[in-house]
Nanobody, 121 residues
Framework: QVQLVESGGGLVQPGGSLRLSCAASGSIFRIYAMGWYRQAPGNQRELVAR???????NYVDFVKGRFTISRDNAKNTVYLQMNSLKPEDTAVYYC???????????????WGQGTQVTVSS
């Protein structure tokens, strides 16, 4: 079973920073991309940032210039550095991974359990 374990969420004041981490473990042949999504109460889950194994990134417009996604391929870990946080960033943040577990197997998407980020004074 593939598991994605997230850490780094919590309560922070407006203008502050947090760094989220997500480590993938289990039987994995290769990870092709990892990303972060978020969902606030009453809203749909939305893409925040994504990075491919080759280092290609994309961000939702609302976080461009404030958030930075990176990964350590050797550790199967993705990070999200969040700066200049706003109350509107408050949400549950979910890690995901696009991966293949075995050679010739299907390419599937897996999700973490989510971590709460609250931006409030």
């Amino acid at each position: 079973q593939v598991q994605l374990v997230e850490s780094g969420g919590g309560l922070v004041q407006p203008g502050g920073s947090l760094r989220l981490s997500c480590a993938a473990s289990g039987s994995i042949f290769r990870i092709y991309a990892m990303g972060w999504y978020r969902q606030a109460p009453g809203n749909q889950r939305e893409l925040v940032a994504r990075i491919t194994s080759g280092g290609i990134t994309n961000y939702v417009d609302f976080v461009k210039g404030r958030f930075t996604i990176s990964r350590d391929n050797a550790k199967n870990t993705v990070y999200l550095q969040m700066n200049s946080l706003k109350p509107e960033d408050t949400a549950v943040y979910y890690c995901n991974a696009d991966l293949r577990r075995v050679v010739g197997g299907p390419r599937l998407t897996y999700w973490g359990q989510g971590t709460q980020v609250t931006v409030s004074s």
